[in-house]
């Protein structure tokens, strides 16, 4: 499984084009959330323009083909840290957790 920090990077966002961009990364996390690429998707609550998605995809090149599909991935728009990790234990009631 792979951990993913994404942490935009304001300074390098075109002027006038953060809403058109946000949108477009929203459509390609919720897309990828749908297929089941993305098992847990969400931002920070004490750091603006980042988040955290987490994966159980089978290899980093198949993290790093996903990403490469999100708006904010060319140009260098943000930066992602991937962390590989094993789940050691998962409680039987995450999902109720959803939105908190």
Not at 38 to 67: N, Q
Request: no cysteine; net charge negative.
């Amino acid at each position: 499984m792979f951990i993913i920090n994404q942490t935009l990077k304001p300074e390098k966002i075109p002027a006038g084009k953060g809403e058109e961009l946000f949108q477009k990364h929203v459509v390609w996390f919720t897309r990828h959330f749908e297929q089941g690429d993305f098992l847990l998707v969400g931002p920070y609550t004490d750091k603006e323009m980042a988040g955290i998605m987490i994966t159980a995809a089978p290899s980093r090149e198949a993290v790093e083909a996903i990403l490469k599909e999100d708006v904010y991935y060319e140009g260098g728009l943000a930066e992602y840290e991937v962390r590989s990790f094993t789940a050691g234990k998962i409680a039987g009631n995450f999902s109720e957790y959803e939105g908190k």
